[in-house]
């Protein structure tokens, strides 16, 4: 199956500092992009929607100010944490649409974010 | 948006019984109903889906069936296994008629040896 990327799987910022998380689909091309925040014994929340080359859409309550991201490419996704807190601190697990119009997600394998 | 409700939260079972997990949905629309299974810190996989033109899935010891009529979907595991140990997500990616995916609470299950 097609296969995603992560980098990197783990992360440990200071109070203050942005942190960069990229998310790449290695053998087929993602014109979309999930990013979901994961708190731990929680289920995986949908944070926004990635399309490439046009802005992404946020879910409610996500600050796209504070969460910065960019598909720039149709294999590559970032997310940037801007000014992380302690709050921030998840596991953060991108996903990819199977290109061929299916509905099947194609996982990550996540990037543990611990703010300090 | 899509409402996707999962039971139950925990499920405690012995090795060798069967585990059934249930999800319900809002969205008429939904046509594709994956199940996951996650280990602790790594990523989601998927594990088995359906296709709304179908009723049931199997493969070796899991199967989903799917109600459409009544919005819910369910995963059977068979003959568990200590290493079936995991949580298990539905999902219905589907609200409005558009792609988004939405996640079920999980199910935590553990099989006892």
């Known amino acids: 199956g097609a296969v995603v990327s992560q980098h990197p799987s783990r992360v440990i910022c200071k109070s203050g500092t942005s942190v960069k998380i990229e998310c790449r689909s290695l053998?087929?091309?993602?014109?979309?992009m999930f990013w979901y925040r994961q708190f731990p014994k929680q289920s995986l929340m949908l944070m926004a929607t990635s399309n490439e080359g046009s802005k992404a859409t946020y879910e409610q309550g996500v600050e796209k100010d504070k969460f910065l991201i960019n598909h720039a490419s149709l294999t590559l996704s970032t997310l940037t944490v801007t000014s992380a807190h302690p709050e921030d601190s998840s596991f953060y697990i991108c996903s990819a649409r199977d290109p061929s119009g299916s509905d099947e997600q194609y996982f990550g394998p996540g990037t543990r974010l611990t703010v300090t | 948006g899509e409402n996707v409700e999962q039971h139950p939260s925990t499920l405690s079972v012995q090795e060798g019984d069967s585990a059934v997990i249930k999800c319900t949905y809002s969205?008429?629309?939904?046509?594709?109903f994956p199940w996951y299974k996650q280990e602790l810190g790594k990523r989601p996989q998927l594990i088995i889906d359906i296709r709304s033109n179908v009723g049931e899935k199997k493969d070796q010891r899991i199967a989903v069936t799917l109600n459409k009529t009544a919005k819910h979907f369910s995963l059977h595991i068979t003959e568990t296994q200590p290493e079936d140990s995991a949580v298990y997500f539905c999902a219905a990616p589907l609200s409005g008629g558009s792609y988004i995916p939405t996640f079920g609470r999980g199910t935590s299950l553990i099989v006892h040896p």
């Open positions: 053998d087929f091309q993602a014109t979309t």
């Open positions: 969205d008429s629309a939904s046509n594709y």
